[in-house]
């Protein structure tokens, strides 16, 4: 079981560019989280998604921030014109009950 | 507003001396409270978890104490070992929602 896979761990985007993040939920879990990570604000709920259904989005900023799960596999969360501020670790973690296990996180630059 | 809270920011102790991580909630709907372990450039793992019908939960040299009167608990590692050194944080979830709101965590350093 190699855990919840984030790709790419790292990622250095220009101002205006888009950012789409990768997730890889350990298989049979079925509940995909994303949160982000900075200093100032700690550990930040953004999504969550239950059997690939979104439940409940209210931690994404309205616009530009979106999050996807297409299947069991994977989920993806998509930044549009990203900004300086959005810069930080984006992690995703999956469960199958209370506990929830993280992947290592893509740490985004915007330059 | 800040949902859970922890105390505090930064700790320091000697390897073998009983480390005290704080944390206090606000939501009363909050039944399951984890803590996770954090190291450089890795995501948080779980260390330990208690639910709130239970007033203490032991797994090694690490303990939650929880109080549901006063919402508040505490995480103890006792015997603290330079490998310890790590950030904690204290995170909270309940009313049928697995969504964890995290404490902004504690960074522990133990010296050898």
């Known amino acids: 079981n190699a855990g919840v896979i984030q790709t790419p761990r790292h990622k250095v985007t220009g101002k205006g560019q888009e950012a789409t993040l990768w997730c890889e939920p350990i298989?049979?879990?079925?509940?995909v989280f994303w949160y982000r990570q900075t200093i100032v604000q700690g550990l930040e709920f953004l999504t969550y998604?239950?059997?690939?259904?979104?439940?409940?989005d209210s931690g994404m900023p309205k616009e530009r921030f979106s999050a996807q799960m297409p299947n069991q596999s994977h989920s993806t969360l998509k930044i549009q014109s990203t900004q300086p501020q959005d810069s930080a670790v984006y992690l995703c973690?999956?469960?199958?009950?209370?506990?929830?296990?993280f992947g290592h996180g893509t740490k985004l630059s915007v330059l | 507003q800040q949902q859970v809270r922890q105390s505090p920011q930064s700790l320091t102790v000697w390897e073998g001396e009983t480390a005290i991580l704080n944390c206090s909630y606000e939501?009363?709907?909050?039944?399951?409270f984890p803590w996770y372990q954090q190291f450089p450039g890795e995501g948080p793992a779980l260390l330990i978890s208690?639910?709130?019908?239970?007033d203490k939960k032991e797994d090694g040299r690490f303990t939650i104490f929880f109080n549901k009167r006063e919402k508040k608990l505490s995480l103890h590692i006792t015997d603290s070992q330079p490998g310890d050194s790590a950030t904690y944080f204290c995170?909270?979830?309940?009313?049928?929602?697995?969504?964890?709101?995290f404490g902004q965590g504690t960074v522990l350093s133990v010296i050898p």
């Open positions: 995170a909270a979830s309940g009313g049928g929602n697995n969504k964890l709101t």
């Open positions: 998604f239950r059997n690939q259904a979104p439940i409940d």
């Open positions: 973690a999956s469960s199958l009950g209370e506990r929830l296990f």
């Open positions: 298989s049979g879990h079925s509940a």
């Open positions: 939501d009363s709907t909050f039944n399951y």
């Open positions: 208690i639910s709130s019908v239970s």
